[in-house]
């Protein structure tokens, strides 16, 4: 993705790589560090382990690690979204809360997202994030406009004029 949407140099772009690559590490292991040790300290503190400790470890954890709103801490809470929602109803259908599906919904769910997202995309680009705004841009807009086969294997954007 950086080397498809991001201007800069070679140099700058594999900067920017290291660079999220790091944080989001080093942000993950912060997070475990934190998780576990509030875990184990309430287990301590009350002699035995409750589900309840679980969530107000990840939640503190989840504030202190994950909370700045920046790029990288972005992807990571939407990939967790859709993964927390996925298993909820999961989770739903085994509790008996929603009832059993008589035929897949996968195929239902896909076409309400995409539905969604490229209504969004169309008419109200700036509520998505960013990086998926360049995404679609890069496909649905850009790809209006080629200019030889290169578009098809490198960035699709004329270089200025020197």
Known sequence: ?????????????????????????????????????????????????????????????????????????????????????FALCRLGVEKGYIPEPRWDPFPLFTGLLWGLVLWLFEYHQTTLQPSLQSSMTYLYQDSNVWHDISDFLLYNKSLPSK
Not at 4 to 9: P, Q, V, Y
Not at 14 to 41: D, E, M, P, W
Not at 56 to 65: H, P, S, T
Request: charged share 10%; hydrophobic share 45%; with cysteine.
């Open 1 to 85: 993705m950086t080397f498809l949407f991001r201007s800069g140099s070679l140099r700058e772009k594999l900067r920017a790589i290291l660079q999220a690559t790091y944080t989001h590490s080093r942000n993950l292991a912060c997070f475990v560090f934190t998780y576990k040790g509030l875990c184990a300290l309430q287990a301590h503190m009350q002699g035995e382990t409750y589900q309840v400790h679980s969530f107000l470890a990840a939640f503190i954890g989840g504030l202190l690690v994950f909370g700045a709103n920046n790029n990288i801490n972005s992807q990571i809470n939407m990939y967790l979204l859709s993964r927390a929602l």
